[in-house]
Structures are given as structure tokens and as C-alpha cells.
């Protein structure tokens, strides 16, 4: 590795990498507003026990782990909800329910770095606890879906429910712990490994059937994919009020107006052993990986020591949201157009001190203002000004100075006229 790289999966941010970035982000707190979620922020550090305890296996092994000077064993987030969850068994316990919270926050995880996979990448989140009703559930999937709709993205939905294939394990005799690694390699669509493992702790091959069956049942007909459910699962109460949930939960979203680009899912699970409930992944066509993902989470309050708190939540990963929005086109601007309005160019350090009053007077009318600071002549900080999309220049030589002036100068129309000090305010904030 070169002095000069960021280690593998991590990433140097430039202002272009940023802007795109603060776009999705504005989006996010526009919803954090709109869906009533009060923001909150936890460290990026925390004990490895707490992390470990919680965020499940799979995540667990790519955690970023480390003693600190202290000697005691910390630990990078790899993700929010346990910390959210550790935030509403504590601060939050007393506070009224149900809690909305919000967050953005910058995750680690030793994944293998590929196209929209890093070791560091920034999540944003939508967690709403308290509350067990199919309603909320529809209300985190509504959210999450209205963050895409909102940055002009298409996309579909995979919507599932963990008590499914769950319930089927439970009756087939697979302990919650096993149930959990079965899980893990269904989320990576190893089915054969997964069938492998069932056949080895001796499960029925009714129970193995019936994890396979469930893998093809998908689609947007969702009346069809229940009912095929119900057929396969017959007798198994678990996974029936699993399907029920589910069955209701879409329902709400068809109501919602948003039934189209859903697809229901049986045989889909997530790689965290936290849900109890519905989960969902959102996609776009031209990435394989999903955009974010969520679903509901009931015990993990408890499992902090806290209250029994049902909770679900979302968290839509703000990297691959920019990809995918970079993919459909949909960052059109230039780096920096629009963003400053004003260069002000003293031609000799000897205007200096008016340019910056003059910049600090625009600058209190909230124009935005660049000083030239280096004095390589009035042409060349022009160049500059047009490079970046500056459309207005203000000039002060020696000669203006003696006039009691400046030099406004539009740099489109290439066209410029001596204004009196004391207008150029008014003038410049006019022009544009
Ligand atoms: P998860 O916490 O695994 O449910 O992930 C939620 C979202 O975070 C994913 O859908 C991704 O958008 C994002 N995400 C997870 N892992 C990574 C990663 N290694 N690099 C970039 N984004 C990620």
C-alpha cells in the first residue's frame, strides 16, 4: 500500500462525492420532518459485549475490534439498530411510546470490498418502537419507499416475513441457534448448503420440502402468493399468523397507493437474527445489491434489559443510493455550478483590505463570496471564476481605488461597468 491511498474499502470523500452525498441526506431529514422522527446520534465506538451480543453472527465476524488504552474490549458499529435499541432500554425508557427516531451514521464492517461495498459506508435510519400494529410496519416501508420516489429513483420492493420460514424450522425441531445459521445462508442463497445443514442435524425431508417450496413463491400477485403459502404451511400456526402479518401488512401498502413495484417473498430472509417479523429489501435494476433494508425487531429492546418495546426500522444506505441515482442518471449538475455567486478580485495587495470589506458586506447580505488571494492578475482569477461557475466579479484596481469604485463584471455576457462603492451590494444581490 502507497503512503498516499486510504486502506482498502475506505474512501477519500471529494466535494463532488459530498454534494451527491448531502443530497440524498437533505431528502432524508425533509422525511425525518414530514414522518415526525426526532434525530439522534450515538458514538461510533461502543463495547464489543453490547455489539456483539445483538448484531448477530454474521455481522459479528466482520466487525472491527480492538482494546483500547484502557484495556478494555471496544468495537466499530457495524450498524445502528443495536444501538438505538440500547438507546430506548435506557435514556428513552420512561419516554412516551411510540418513539420515532432518525439517524445518519457511518458504519463499519470488514466486508469484501466490491462495487457499493466498503469497510466504511454512511447509513441513514428510521426506527419506530413501540408499537406491535401491521401499521407501522407499513409506515417504515412507506418511508423508506418515499426516500427513493423522492430522489427520482425506480425501484421494487422485496417484502417478507422471518416467521415463515421459521415457524417451518421450529416444527422440523431446528433450535433458535440453528435456525439462525439456516438463515444466514438462505439470506446468501445458498440453498443446498442450507439443505446440507438441516440434513445433518437429522430434520425431516417434509421440513427440507418446505423450505425448498417456499423459495419459489414470490411475486406482485400477492392474494396468490398467500394463498400458495397457506396451502404449504397448513397446519403450522407460527408460520400462518407469520403469513397473516404479512398478508395485512401488504394490504395497508396497496391502500397506501403503493402496491405496484412490491413483490412478496416467502423463502427471503436477512443476514441479522434480530427480526420477528415482516422484512423488506429495496433494489434497483441496474445493482445486484440492495439499496437498504429493514423489518420489525421486538425483542431486541428486552434483550438490552429494557421494557418489551415491539419495534421496526429501516436503514437505507446512503453510498449505494448515490450509485444507484449516478446509474439512472440522475445527478445532471456540474461540480460547484451554482454554489458561489461573487469573486472579488483586488488586483494588488493593496486593495485587499477593501476587497474583503466588500466581500464581508456581501457576505452579511448572504451573497456568497470568493476573494482571490493570490494576485496573478485579473485574467487569470477570471479563468477561475468561469471554471467553477462563478457568474459575477468584482474588480479594484488602484484606478477604481482613486474613482471611488469597482468593476462588476458579468461573466457570461462578458460584459462589465463601474458601479459606485456604496451600490455594489444592491447591484450585485439585483444581478442575481
Ligand atoms: P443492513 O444493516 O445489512 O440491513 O444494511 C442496510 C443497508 O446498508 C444496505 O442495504 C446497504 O445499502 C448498506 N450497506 C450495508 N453494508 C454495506 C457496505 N459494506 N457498503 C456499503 N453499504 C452497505
New binding site residues.
Partial sequence: MKVLDTLRGMRDLLPNDLAKRRRVESVVEELFRLYGYLEVETPVLESYALLSAKVGDENRHRMYVFKDLGGRQVALRP?MTASVARLVAGKFRMEAKPLRLGYFADCY?Y?NPQM????E?R?AGFELLGSSHPEADAEILLVACDLLRRLGLRFSVKVGHVGILRGVLQAGGVGERDQNVILGLLDKHRLRAALKALRSLGVQKQCLDLVKALQRIRGDDHDRVLEEGERLVVSNETALAALRNLGAVLRLLGLAGMGGSVSADLGFT???DYYTGMIF?LYVEDLE??????GRYDRLVENFGGDPTPAVGC???I??IVLAMEKQGLFQEKLGSGMFSVLVVPVAEEQAGLGLKLAYALRSEGVSVVNDVVFHGVGEALGMASKVGIPLAVIIGPREVEKGVVTLRDLSSKTQSEIPLDEVVARVKRML
Fill in positions: 450498524e464492517r466486508d457499493g461495498r466498503f469497510r459506508f447509513q436477512r443476514g441479522l429489501e445489491i440492495a439499496l437498504g433494508g429493514g436503514s437505507p444506505g453510498d449505494r
